[in-house]
Every structure is written in structure tokens, then in C-alpha cells.
């Protein structure tokens, strides 16, 4: 079968032209939907009937926990593609998305200590939930910490590609085993899965953040990307005129 | 006109930012001896890595008999007898135990064979002495013992005359003549002028092509 | 095939018993932490009792640890990692007797004597087939998980602490599951069910990571 399509999809320079468009196009529709999910979400959403308002950090803590699982799976594909195809930008999505997911994890990490405060009494409780984020969060330094102790950055990202891939083996089974551990040990009294009973001006506004929050994945991690295929493309002529080019625009 | 065993179409190699050569097209022959000179750091060890397929290149392409090589990983690997700076001798086996697994790696040697082999390099009466306990030279010889047992027709050896003594140096030599005379291709790197030159022996000065 | 196998298998064991002293390290190492925690949280019959499943398994987990960080460090240095990947035998097969000859003699010891140990921390002798069979299972999942992160690591300087934070998250699985085992078998109750996934788990250990160890050391040696 002919492949040169898949590896136009991996030329850098493609790459780069490309993303200018898409960046452009994510930052706009990231701004819209944060900012009127945020400001629908905090001042005109109904309080929960139990929680009271203390539930409107869910507006943050869901968008980011639903990112930092979908990032370790983009990663653990990119490595996939990486490894397999020898496709170059498929490694560095993954070791730029790698920070990303890692500040997410904390996020998600962060507000569910801070909602966890008045639901349960306490800053951390050793929630089924709240472990497998710490773990996933474990996980994102592994995959850092690898891809800076290697210098050779073709090496380091295969390191990580095979790492994240192991690791995304294992995320199930964590998973799985955190869920049986948790229920071993302190049966859950209190569950916040009340999304079927959310009424729809508490959703909207949380699906708007959830998008939102992804949009702005995606163009942080282009960003990301294109400053990195700058870097290691430097020897190129085409990056020299396009370095040339933007300090043109500076000046 | 036979088609080149081992080819280099424009490669490029690159370490930590740093090109060590590019644009280098190669065509080797059965029968012929590359010797690779160059200062140090010109990246005569990592052309030869390049062609065992230890690394990838960062840039041109690699062909084993008209194929690409990362599609005949196979077919190099049943061709190829690799001696690296690090031959892969265990201080804590006996050189007999080390041979015995090196060769295993192809084609699985009886004692016999290997002990004809070590008495080949000189290390008669060293068969059963831990490898840790042979000097430097002596440690390089159980290396080359390999080349003395039936080994495949690509000889790829990285600096293989070092530590040895002058009588071991023209003996290497002519045992590397001999092979490449019965077919066989010898790609080496060295600073030592050879004195037993086989007729299909070339020069490559990575040195110059830096430049 | 199998020739090189048990062939690479019997120099492992050669190279292992001429170094005695790196077994029994991993083996103090197992001793003297599982002797800490009595010092630290007192020596209450009941209480030490209650904690020793989860102090066996994480000294069991540490020790393992330690023992895999120079699990490919010598044939890194002497060049026997590139000789196997130029080898026409397939990587995954030559690691897989690797880390094996390594599980048969530091993995099995460690497995042998954590009865002792646990008896010293007052685990009643009815648990103790449940212990060594958790074990059993366990290590091996725990040496074939740590290669991949030693394989990955082999060509660093210091790749000892690295190590531990890439798969001490990954081993968390087999930790509750081998513990869970332990208390429900310290409460009377059937231990089976975990024991069942433990042996699953070691199978797709067995299965996969061959390869992504393989692929590591590749990377590495390639670097």
C-alpha cells in the first residue's frame, strides 16, 4: 500500500504552515466557549438543592479531569503512530502534550481537594476517583522525567512513546483495581455521579466548558508544537526564512 | 555487473545537534575492504552503527542487496558479525563460555570449533580462565576468536586492532585479506595504516568529507 | 529457537552464581525494611499483624526495585545488549530469558523467604500458602513491569531514582491485588478471586512485555 499521504501528514513544514490556520481557528472558538461557559456555569446556573453553590467547581474540575484521561490516550496513540509509522510529529505531540496533561491532573486534582473540603469534611480523602488521578498524575512525571534525563530527543521520544504505551496498558487495570480497593476499604456514602439527575442549565453550561477546555488543549498543544518543530528543524531552510520572517515582524 | 551488497544513498548523520557527515553515498561489493579513517568525533563508529542498523539515520537511506534495511532487518542481522568497541566479553565467564554464546547467536559452535578458534588468536591454555583475569589484548583476542569460527560474509568491526600486539596486528590483517578474498566484506575503522592490503580495499576519510 | 533460550538462560545463571553477593543484597535489602516498621510503629502483636500484608508487598515491591536497577547496566557497558539486537534472534525472546534467569534466582529467593519474615511480624501460619502463592504470582509481573523501566533507563548516568518513578505507578495493580489477598486470607476470607487476577495479570505480562522491553532496549542502545 502507498503510505506517502501519512507521511505528507508527518512533513514539518506542512505541518507548520497548516497549524497557523487551525491555531488561529481553536484559540477563538477555546476564548468563546471558557468564557461564556464560565461566566453561565458561576452566576446563572441554579444552586445544587445539596451542595449549595459549592458545586460550581465542577465547571472546572470536570473539564480538566476529562482532559488529563483523553490526553494520556492521545499520547499513548501518538506514541503508537510514532513507533509504528517512524512518524517524527507524532512524537513530539506527545512529549509537548505530556506537560499539558500533567497540569490538568493537578488541576483536577486541586479543585477536587478544594470541593472535597465542605462535601466530605476533609482536603483529601482516599476517594476511589481522587487516587487514580494522583496515580495518573504519577504517571504524566514518569513520561517527563524520562524525556528530560535522555539528551538525544529522537531517543526520548521513543523512550516516552514506549512508556506511555505501557502505561496506557496499565491505566485500565489501575483503574479497575483502585475501583475494588476502594470499595474493600471504605464503602462509598457518597457519590457525585449526579449527572442523569442534572438539570439542563447545569449541563449546558459544563459541556460548554468541556469543549472549551479541549479547544484550549488543542491550541496550547500546537503552540507547543510548532515552537518545537521550529527547534529541531533550525538546520532547514525554510525555518531560517521563517525565522527570518518573524523577526521582520518585530522589528 | 553485480548490484552492491550494501549501498548509502546520501546519509546523513546527526549527534546532539551536531552534523557529523551528510551526502555520503557508498556502494560496497562482496569482496571488498572499507577502511573508515578520520579524526576523532568525525563519526566513523557512528557510520558504522548506522550500517549494523544499531542507529537510524537522520537523514538519506541505507540499502542491504537493493532493499531498504529497515525492511531486511533480518536478512542483515543472518549477514552480520558486528565487534564493537565494547565486544560483549563477560569479565566473570571463561573465554570458552563466551565464545561458545557469542557464536550461539548464529550458528551454535561445538567446543571443538572454539577451542581451534582460541588457539587461532593465540589463547592456547587460556580457554578456562575468567575473561577479567586476561590482559586488555588478550581480552580483544577472544573478541576476534569469533572471525576465526564459520561466521557470516559482513564483517563489521569498530577499531579491532587496538590493544593488540604487532604480531597480532599482521596476523589480523591477513586473516581480514583472506576473508575478503573468499567473498567476504570487511568494513573497519582504524588509524593504523594496513600493511596486507586485498585488491577491493578502499579508503573513505570521514575527515574530508566533514569539510 | 528455544536453544537460545535455555542457552542464554544457563549464562544468566552462570554470570549470577559467580556474583553471589548481588542475590543476597536485594534479599538484606527485603530483611532489614520489613525490620524498620516494628521500630517505627511499635511492637503491638495485633497491630503489626493487621499491617503485615501491605509491609510484605511493599518491601517485596522495593526490593524488587533495587534488584532490576542494574539488570542491563553490565551488558550495556560490555556491549552484549548490541550483539543481541544485531543478533537474527528475535529481542523479545532473549529478554524474556533474561529477566527470567534474574526472577529464578532473585525473585523465587525473595519469594521464599518472605514466610519467615512474615511470621516475625505475627502473620498466623494459616496464611502463609496464600503469602507465597500471592508472591509467586506477583514477582514475576513486578520483574518483567521493572525491565521495561530499566531497558528504558539502561543508557543513563544515574537511572536508579528514575527507575523508581517510572514503575512504581505501574506496579500499583499487583500491590492491592497480592495485599487484598493476604488480608482477606488474615480475615478468613477465600483469597481466590485475587489470586485468579494475579495469575491473569502475570500472563499479559509475560505476553507484552517482552516486546516493550525489547523496544526500550533498542532505543537505548541505539541512543
Redesign the interface.
Known sequence: MNWTWFHKLGSPKWFYEISSLWLRGLSVAAILLILVGTVWGLAFAPPDYQQGNSFRIIYIHVPAAFLAQSCYLMMAVAGLVGLVWKMKLADVALQQAAPIGAWMTFIALLTGAVWGKPTWGAWWVWDARLTSMLILLFLYFGVIALGQAITNRDSAAKACAVLALVGAVNIPIIKYSVDWWNTLHQPATFTVTGKASMAPEMWLPLLLMVLGFYCFFGAVLLLRMRLEVLRREARTSWVKAEMSRLLEKVR | MTSPFLETQSLACERDWRLLFEHLDLQLLPGQMLQISGPNGSGKTSLLRLLCGLMQPTAGEILLQGQPLHTQRHALARNLLWIGHAAGIKGLLTAEENLLWLSALHVTQDREAIWQALAAVGLRGFEDVPCHTLSAGQQRRVALARLYLPAPPLWILDEPFTALDKHGVAQLERHLASHCEQGGLVILTTHHNLQDKPAGYRELDLGQIAA | MS??FT??LK?EA??LC??PAELANPLVFFAIVIALFPLAVGPETQLLQTLSPGLIWVAALLAVLLSLDGLFR?DF????L????????PLPLLVLAKVCAHWLFSGLALVLLAPLLALMLGLPGRCVPVLLLSLLLGTPILSL?GA?GAA??V??KR?GL?LA??????Y??VL??GS?AMQAALQGLPAVGQLFWLGS?TALAVT??PF?IA??LT?????
Not at chain 3, 518513578?165 to 505501574?170: E, G, K, Q, T
Open positions: 536453544n537460545v542457552l542464554l549464562r552462570r554470570l559467580r556474583r553490565s557497558e560490555d556491549g552484549s548490541e550483539q543481541w539486537v544485531v543478533s537474527p534472534h513491569l521495561v528504558l533507563t543508557g543513563l537511572g528514575l518513578l517510572l514503575i512504581l505507578p505501574l500499583i495493580p492491592i491485588l487484598g495479570l507484552l512485555t516493550a523496544a526500550g532505543i537505548s542502545v541505539g541512543e
